[in-house]
């Protein structure tokens, strides 16, 4: 999903892998792994439009961006359940009093083992990855990493059973 930030509604968007690599694991970038479409809404959108986006679809990262694009914050299914279990009147609350600021990021050409080092560093599940403007064009996340890996280890397994 994309917020229009001018008349506030959503516009879905279905979520694709990169798939330029070649079949044998050959992934040796971001570009090569990241989920090119992100769900973004904006900090003024309600904490409960958050939850209901989650419930409904089979993603748990939300990007916050503002109108140009630009990142803001990044929402996790953990910060949805840290606010329900932290605040009392959550449903006042707004998708930019519930986002983890300053989001750690990456960018497309940033090397896999960089961005898994940032990951497991920083204990988190996903990055943001941004093109060269700044401007959020895909995430990276631990199950974006876990689907390269094994693809690694399958053709692992194929180039053994082959004689």
Known sequence: FEMNHDNREMTARESSTATESDAHGGYKC?????TRKTVTLS?????????????????????VVDTGGQILGVISD???LRTLARTSNWQTKDVGQ???RHPITVKRETPLSVAVAKIVAKRINCLPVLD???????????????KSYQKLLESLENNRATP
Not at 30 to 34: E, F, K, L, N, P
Not at 43 to 60: I, K, N, W, Y
Request: with cysteine; glycine share 6%; proline share 2%.
């Open 30 to 34: 971001v570009a090569d792994v990241m």
């Open 43 to 63: 900090p003024h959108h309600g904490f409960t439009e958050a939850v209901s986006l989650m419930a409904d679809r089979h993603f748990r990262h939300i990007v």
């Open 78 to 80: 953990r910060d949805i």
């Open 98 to 100: 519930i986002m983890t």
């Open 132 to 146: 060269d403007e700044g401007k959020v064009c895909g995430i990276l996340t631990s199950t974006d990493l876990l």
